[in-house]
């Protein structure tokens, strides 16, 4: 089963007295464990879709799953447990806390939750996740003396801290130079083998979007192209894998 289906799913927005249409009808399947690029133009609809995912957003019509689950039929409360419970955020300005240092910023997610590791696990946990985004050194730092780099592995690593099975990034590397956000998608990569998150990230960048294992590229709310670089079919839109090499 995938772990995330949409069927169909169209979002409009209400602006004065028209409806903007972001989404105009899109179908496709994000299997676990997929390192996948949700690509297009600036106003192509990847924002728009990612809060879908995430929760965050309802479509207009058509049906998100999540894990199966068609998340129309859930209330507000059943909402927020399923995305604490099941996906981290990744967000373009890092959104750290700045008078908290980045050991905990990245255990604050954990305070919000109730969560079943006892404090000496949290602790273990919480250093592991450091040391694998490469900030051990770092560990008492505020964001403010931190690189964009390093500001963007803290917010990897407390995307991380609840375990999600689903990582979200709304351009992780939009205000990171060229090669900084190469790292950092590399770095997402190695963590995607490693723990096997799904992780689902959007760009523009071409060079970011090769990184990826499964790519959907969208024009104007529609998907134009959905193919996995193994060639594996993709569900929802016709795959478009000969075209790859
Ligand atoms: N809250 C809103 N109200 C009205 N229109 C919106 C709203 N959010 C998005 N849109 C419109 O929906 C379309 C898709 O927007 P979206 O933000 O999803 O695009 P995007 O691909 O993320 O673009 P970018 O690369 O610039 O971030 C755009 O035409 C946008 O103007
Ligand atoms: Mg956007």
């Keep these: 089963m995938a772990i995330i289906e949409l069927q169909d799913v169209k979002k409009t927005y ?17 299997e676990r464990g997929d390192f996948i690029s949700i690509a297009g133009p600036s106003g ?33 409360r059943q909402l927020t447990t399923l995305r604490h419970d099941t996906i981290g955020f990744i967000f373009q300005s890092f959104n750290l806390i700045p008078v908290l240092n980045v050991y905990e910023n990245i255990e604050f997610p954990l305070l919000l939750g109730k969560n ?32 964009g ?13 609840t375990k999600p099975k689903i990582v979200l990034a709304d351009e992780p590397t939009a205000n990171l130079d060229s090669a900084t956000g190469e790292q950092i998608i590399e770095l997402m990569k190695k963590i995607n ?27 104007d709310g529609l998907v134009t192209e959905n193919y996995r ?7 929802g839109e016709p795959a478009t894998a000969e075209a790859r090499s």
């Design 14 to 30: 209400p602006l004065g007295k028209v409806q903007v249409e972001a989404v105009k009808g899109v179908s496709f399947c994000i």
């Design 149 to 161: 780099g390093q500001r963007q592995r803290v917010a990897i690593a407390r995307a991380l801290v």
């Design 229 to 235: 670089k193994d060639k594996t079919p993709a569900c």
């Design 193 to 219: 083998r490693e723990l096997d998150t799904t992780f689902i990230f959007s760009t523009h960048d071409a060079k970011i979007v090769d990184i990826a294992d499964h790519v959907i590229r969208l024009r």
């Design 44 to 76: 192509s609809g990847k924002t728009t879709i990612l809060n879908m995912i995430g929760l965050i957003d309802t479509p207009t019509s058509g049906e998100v799953f999540i894990e199966g689950q068609p998340i129309s039929g859930l209330n507000d």
């Design 116 to 147: 079943a590791m006892s404090k000496q696990e949290r602790d273990d946990w919480i250093k592991y996740l450091i040391n694998e985004v490469g900030l051990s050194d770092w560990i008492r730092h505020k964001p403010n003396e931190l690189s």
